[in-house]
């Protein structure tokens, strides 16, 4: 398959978190056109099991307009590991330190919009401790059992991208998923 061939390149925006390219292209046909890529240090993302309950962060989040339930994540400072930022982005949003991380791969979130991948991680062997809170996040640790919480990722409660597809390879890896005819 013929992939995308950039043309011309340039900045349109930057913060300390994001920036916007204007990047004109040749599509796979052969066409031009004009994508938007937000660039993005990479991410991490965990979900966190406390015996039978998983944590959540629900947080009000400003594209949406609405609060969100998901799972924790963010993205890596400079030099830092995925388990690394996905240790951090823990002790920040929920004040939790895992003991076990297993590496459950990666998604991305919006492949036409967004460069770089979210890690998965799986954490279990959870102790609380204090937040070290961003102050300009406003996070709710919300605890809910993991069958409730598969539950309410297919039925649309849980409706955040990321956590829906950690939910869903978190399901198989623990046996929780099966497929067939009910």
């Known amino acids: 398959m013929k992939s995308y061939q950039r043309l011309t390149s340039r900045e349109v925006y930057r913060n300390p978190y994001i920036s916007v390219e204007a990047h004109e292209v040749l599509h796979p046909n052969g066409k031009p056109g004009e994508y938007a890529l937000l660039v993005a240090p990479p991410a991490s993302a965990a979900i966190i099991a406390d015996g039978n309950d998983l944590l959540f962060a629900r947080q009000p989040r400003f594209g949406a307009q609405t609060e969100v339930i998901e799972i924790v994540k963010g993205g890596a400072c400079e030099g ?103």
């Not at 823990?90 to 979130?109: C, F, K, S, T, V």
């Not at 937040?131 to 297919?154: G, N, Q």
Request: glycine share 6%; hydrophobic share 45%.
């Open 80 to 182: 830092e590991s995925p388990l690394e930022c996905a240790k951090r982005e823990a002790r920040e949003e929920l004040g939790i330190e895992a003991l076990h991380w297993e590496p459950m791969g990666e998604i991305y979130e919006i492949p036409s919009l967004v460069n770089a991948p979210v890690q998965l991680f799986f954490a279990h062997g959870v102790q609380h401790v204090d937040a070290d809170e961003d102050s300009l996040e406003a996070v709710e640790l919300l605890r809910v059992p993991d069958e409730a919480a598969i539950r309410a990722a297919a039925s649309g409660q849980i409706n955040d991208a990321v956590t829906v597809a950690a939910l869903l390879r978190y399901a198989l890896h623990r046996g929780r998923l099966r497929f067939g005819i009910p």
